[in-house]
């Protein structure tokens, strides 16, 4: 994709990205609270649900120092939906009739994890392809505002890992917007 088009369909993505990570956030928190998950748990599955599945959790795992267990767990719940995800989204998009954009958007915003996010995308269309990945990797740069968030609030000294991917990703896209 070239610059231009990353920027529009990330200012598209942009309000429903917070909106959909705060209601995540309270809902994962609620759910937890009312279901009696282990509160790391809890949280580690909502960051994953609400910005980038296994790369949110892997940033914000260590902050909240979970446990190994604790991670599995979470890392192991996010997988899973993510897998009936890839297969289940294009299927429900196709019924329901969504375009290619529609169908981008909702796939970027419903779907935990980058991969499975591309894999569905690529499976409706280019152009749903092209709008779910920018999507997603725009609503993955909430990866470093969360863990530092979290890691204020949780009062923790841990180094937080930051997902180099992004930054690939922007640097690809400068590369294929202003070289031959």
């Not at 767990?73 to 890839?86: P, R, Y």
């Not at 954009?101 to 591309?118: C, N, R």
């Not at 092209?130 to 470093?144: D, M, Q, S």
């Amino acid at each position: 994709m070239n610059l231009e088009e990353v920027f529009e369909v990330s200012r598209t993505g942009f309000i429903y990205t917070i909106l959909g990570i705060s209601f995540v956030m309270m809902f994962g928190y609620l759910l937890g609270k009312l279901l009696k998950i282990n509160q790391n748990i809890s949280y580690l599955i909502s960051v994953g649900t609400a910005i980038c599945g296994g790369s949110a959790i892997a940033a914000t795992g260590p902050v909240i120092n979970a446990t190994d267990d604790e991670m599995s767990v979470s890392l192991g719940t996010v997988f899973i939906l993510n897998s009936v995800a890839l297969i289940v989204f294009p299927v429900i998009g196709s019924t329901v009739g969504l375009s290619q954009e529609q169908f981008g958007l909702w796939a970027a915003l419903a779907i935990h994890d980058t991969s499975s996010v591309v894999g569905a995308g690529m499976k409706y269309g280019a152009v749903a392809l092209g709008v779910a990945t920018t999507v997603k990797l725009t609503r993955a740069l909430w990866i470093a505002p969360i863990a530092l968030i979290t890691s204020v609030l949780r009062k923790s000294e841990t180094k937080i890992k930051y997902p180099y991917f992004i930054l690939f990703f922007i640097l690809a896209t400068i590369i294929n917007t202003y070289l031959p």
